[in-house]
């Protein structure tokens, strides 16, 4: 009997000292190394970059070769003398060089060269964001893995407890110092805690299978060299100020910076617009050379010729078009800017409450510790009374019950207390620069 009660007061140190599984910041590694949406987030990354490419090769001019080749017939009948007619078949053959090269649009590919890189810088925001959105999905499925792992832990020592006293009930009832409804009152209390236990087993394989896809592993599965640790009932942690965390969270919140990115994209789409307003000019040439073959009057010969000069167009009248898109891209970027505040605003208020959920947090964690080291001197002095025949079944049916509560009080609001503080991380940015 006491075996039984030494193993379940040393579960939590044993709990305390495994070290055979993976943290949490090895959890949000594999993550982001294995996820799908990471590797989706890099090739959006390299299609911005195609698209800055492309923007950036008007600045380069055109070269366009050309070729033909074929079988003709050929009819005249001259206006002023109906009664002729010639006609005759050839074989023509012809090639040509031309080369085109913009000198002037009204900057407008200046402009669009410049959305096209403010491009690429927001799709790198919308990578890390990606990454702080995963980073926060790995978190809470692993402090829930970890708080089912401990459940599982609680019924278990219940289970023990309970199982002990079954024993020894059994024992004095043969004795017939107890009665029979003892006995059977601890077979109860460990059915109970076998069906907590079965319960929290299954919350925990459920936290586990998601913890499995986020980071993509083939069967759904965590293998056992890869089970999330215990909880450290050590861990530390701080409450940040408000103000210095929302003005980092302005700095370095990536999907905030997105539409700071995003409305600089938007003023060169303006500024490109407004360029289609004004006139274009080319500096163009060309060379061209057909040769024929097959004429039964002209004989065979060719011919070349070659242009370079200045070309230059300019509409004057397009339907309101291009007045409209500069007005469409003016709109969008005010709509852009109203819901950059809304997300300002957002993160504001989504700080200030999860400042205040950490505070009220540590306090009924700091409150649940007391409790649960009481109850563990209450039990243990009921059990010895209950043992030397001085207190009824009924008052340790109670204090076990009330352990149980405490135990897993203390352990769900230790989990909520860290759990917030890796929110708050998470939601100012900060948690992606700890990974870097």
């Known amino acids: 009997m006491k075996k039984w009660i030494l193993f379940a007061l040393m579960m939590p140190l044993l709990g305390a000292a495994q070290t055979n599984g993976l943290s949490l910041a090895d959890v949000r590694l594999r993550v982001l190394d294995g996820n799908p949406s990471v590797r989706e987030a890099i090739q959006r990354i390299a299609a911005a970059e195609a698209v800055l490419t492309q923007a950036r090769s008007a600045y380069l001019p055109t070269v366009t070769l050309s070729g ?37 649009d009204g900057f407008a590919r200046e402009a669009r060269s410049l959305a096209a890189k403010y491009g690429v810088q927001q799709s790198h925001e919308f990578a890390a964001e990606t990454r702080r959105l995963l980073i926060q999905s790995a978190t809470v499925a692993y402090r829930q893995a970890q708080l089912a792992r401990e459940n599982v832990a609680i019924a ?142 002209a004989g065979d010969h060719g011919n070349y010729d070659s242009f370079a000069g200045v070309t ?11 007045a409209a898109a500069v007005k469409e891209a003016q709109a969008e970027m005010r709509a852009l800017e109203q819901q950059q505040e809304s997300l300002r605003l957002s993160i504001r208020s989504s700080l200030q409450k999860r400042i205040d959920e950490a505070a009220m947090s540590r306090e009924v964690f700091l409150r649940a510790e007391k409790i649960h080291q009481l109850s563990v001197q209450v039990r243990d002095s009921v059990e010895k009374s209950y043992k030397a025949g001085m207190a009824p079944i009924t008052r340790l049916n109670e204090v076990q019950t009330d352990l149980v509560r405490a135990r897993g009080t203390y352990a769900s609001s230790y989990i909520a207390y860290q759990l917030v503080l890796n929110q708050l991380d998470i939601e100012t940015g900060r948690i992606l620069a700890e990974l870097e």
């Open 68 to 104: 033909s080749y074929g079988h003709f017939d050929a009819s005249l009948h001259p206006d002023i003398d109906v009664t002729t007619r010639y006609s005759d078949s050839f074989i023509q053959g012809t090639g040509g060089l031309q080369a085109n090269w913009l000198l002037f």
């Open 156 to 297: 278990r020592r219940d289970l023990a407890f309970n199982r002990n006293l079954e024993a020894d009930a059994q024992k004095r009832f043969k004795a017939g110092d107890l009665p029979e409804s003892d006995v059977h009152n601890f077979s109860i209390r460990a059915l109970q805690a076998e069906t907590s236990e079965l319960q929290a087993e299954l919350d925990y394989k459920t936290a586990c299978t998601i913890l499995a896809e986020l980071m993509a592993l083939p069967e759904a599965r965590l293998p056992e060299s890869m089970q999330p640790l215990s909880i450290d009932f050590d861990e530390g942690g701080s409450i940040p100020d408000l103000e210095s965390a929302f003005r980092y969270a302005l700095v370095h919140r990536p999907d905030y910076q997105a539409f700071t990115s995003g409305r600089l994209a938007l003023a060169q789409q303006t500024r490109a617009a407004k360029g289609e307003m004004l006139p274009k000019i080319f500096l163009t040439g060309e060379m061209n050379y057909a040769d024929r073959s097959g004429y039964s009057t």
């Open 312 to 322: 230059a167009s300019w509409d004057l009248f397009s339907g309101g078009r291009k």
